[in-house]
């Protein structure tokens, strides 16, 4: 049983009862069912067969998450393009990704050819879907074209587990076409909740908007989105089933604030597009006394084995892709383990704890010692008159790299320098010490919301 059957009988019952919300539409389970029929039946009358790659540009759309129901449905191979490439970086990655259609939402039709979604839908022909069908994600981060990220359904989630959870209001804040995303649409599908989808570029007074008008009780933060509601002079008050938050270091002292605001209902889950679910931390664990739980990224979720090798984190089971597009798969190159590119190590209790990913590592000093990043943008936050933090390694001729920071702070006038020196080196020794500071009003983010190191050290480069 995939997803998408349960997601079909999920929307057989109930009709009347709303599924979708985004911006000025909103779809009854009826209405929705009726339209991924309809949109799979487009599809198929243009031509698409089981098995065929059909590339989605799309943005947070009802229509749009019920596309990619659609073409499931038909056992085909949903290839998720990322939101702001270029446009012959897109037509590059289009070209790799092998498809047979290109799906546009109207409003990126301007970048992309392909059938526009809205002139898609066809007859509400019933179908059985097909047993078996992949998704293709984009990795984000890596210079060039990103990599396609293949993962087949069977090995994923075990979603008759899921359909077993109380169905709730779920406000998704992230791309649909990310695995964060993808991941909250399907959940609140599958589990007869109503999904609500708030913008593709997140915004904090959507969100306590929608949180407040739609009576939302389940969402998920990237951190900076997190960072940004929890400083909104509306931000909301403990109304939350669940709070999720993960896809980028979270500062201990905002998940602190998370808890003494929201109560404790706030977890943290690590992951990636590669493998989609790696690690949490139920919020029944996060134990304000206990600060090491608020640094820890949990458990393992079942099923999946990590290991530390080298300081680095590996990882193999189902939540794993098959491997890369147009490359030989893991099982045959790693015996099916990943590298995730993250360092961290596991307590006596088998908690794993992040140090930071390997390319954020700030490498200094006459011996090269490594400087987590992350140890200091944690820190930096805990000081006064400091919001947001970003440590970045600086070339230097003499010593390598320098520390570098970047701070979102309260009052510009209020920052001294010297004294955020001298607090670093007091709680983490002399090789942390900052050797520059840039006051910016934010910091830079990916498309999905994480602070974008990057083009911080582009700055230097
Ligand atoms: P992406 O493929 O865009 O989802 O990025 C995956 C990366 O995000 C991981 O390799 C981690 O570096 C980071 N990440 C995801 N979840 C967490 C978490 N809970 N804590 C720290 N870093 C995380």
Known sequence: MTYVDLV??????????EALIGGDTRLTRSQARDLVFRLADGLTRRGVRPG????????????????????????????????????????????????????????????????????????????????????????????GLPKLAVHPERSSVKWEAVRRMPPSTMLCNTLITHGSGA????MA???????????SRFDADAFVRLARDEEVATTMFVPPMMYEVLDHPDCPGPQF??????????????????????????????????????????????????????RTVGRPVPGMEVEIRDGDVWVRGPMVMEGYWGEP????????????????????????????????????????????????DDFLVTLPGIRQAAAVGRPDDALGEVV???????????????????????ELGELYQPSGVTIVSQLPLTKVGKVDKRRLRARFR
């Open 52 to 143: 065929d790659g059909v590339a989605v540009f799309i943005g947070n759309t009802p229509e749009a998450v019920l596309l990619t129901v659609a073409v499931h449905l038909l056992g085909c191979r949903l290839v998720y393009v990322p939101p702001e490439p270029g446009p012959g970086e897109l037509a590059a990655l289009i070209e790799k990704a092998e498809v047979a259609a290109v799906v546009v939402d109207p409003g990126f039709s301007d970048r992309l050819d392909g059938w526009h979604l809205q002139d898609l839908p066809g007859d509400p022909v019933e179908r059985t879907p097909a047993a078996d069908f992949t998704t293709v994600s984009y990795t984000g981060g890596t210079t």
């Open 189 to 199: 599908l599958v589990t007869g909740s109503k999904l609500v989808l708030g913008p």
């Open 404 to 426: 570098h920071l970047f701070l979102v702070t309260d009052d510009d006038n209020a920052v001294d320098f010297d004294s955020i020196r001298d607090s670093v080196v007091a």
């Open 241 to 294: 089933l669940g709070v999720s938050v993960g896809g980028a270091m979270l500062s201990p002292h905002r998940l602190r604030q998370a808890v003494e605001r929201w109560g404790p209902v706030v977890f943290q889950a690590y992951g990636m597009t590669e493998a989609l679910g790696i690690a949490v931390m139920p919020a029944t664990e996060v134990d304000l006394s206990r600060p090491e739980t608020l």
């Open 8 to 17: 079909l009988r999920t929307l057989s019952t109930g009709g009347e009862t």
């Open 183 to 186: 991941g909250v649409t399907r």
């Open 329 to 376: 798969p893991l099982r045959e190159t790693a015996d099916g383990w990943l590298n995730t590119g993250d360092m961290g190590y596991f307590d006596d209790n088998g908690y794993l704890y992040l140090n930071d990913r390997s390319k954020d590592v700030i490498v200094t000093g006459r011996t090269s010692d490594n400087v987590y990043s992350r140890l200091l």
